[in-house]
């Protein structure tokens, strides 16, 4: 299976979720991602802020190649950075090494509405 570094979003309120920076494995075809214990399979383009859904739970996740700027999330939000990806994200996605030890970061977001509010 084809592993990347990916940012995961579980959409918690539709729009709203919890952000991570986190290793994703491939299925041969493409359409399922594994995520830990996670099996997320395409929405196909059937959900508005969601293009992911847990097999098992039936929970909607955004899942995108992440951001240099590490603005990932449509709102502002707190992303957590997995252990096992750290010292690369940091190195390679975000060329910050010095940041490596960090565990988390701040997005601002996309949202320019929100990122006035702020």
Do not use: C, H
Not at 3 to 32: F, M, P
Not at 33 to 47: M, P
Not at 83 to 99: A, F, K, T
Request: proline letters at 3%; charged letters at 35%.
């Amino acid at each position: 299976m084809d592993s990347t570094i990916k940012y995961i979003e579980l959409k918690t309120d539709g729009l709203r979720g919890v952000g991570r920076i986190g290793r994703v494995e491939r299925s041969k075809t493409g359409k399922t991602l594994y995520y830990k214990e996670r099996s997320l399979v395409s929405l196909k383009g059937s959900a508005a802020k969601a293009n992911y859904f847990d097999e098992e739970s039936y929970e909607e996740y955004w899942v995108s190649n992440p951001r240099k700027d590490g603005n990932d999330s449509l709102f502002p939000l707190i992303i957590e950075v997995d252990e096992d990806v750290r010292d690369e994200y940091w190195q390679l996605i975000r060329n910050e090494p010095d940041n490596s030890k960090l565990t988390s970061y701040k997005s601002v977001g996309k949202s320019k509405k929100e990122r006035e509010a702020v």
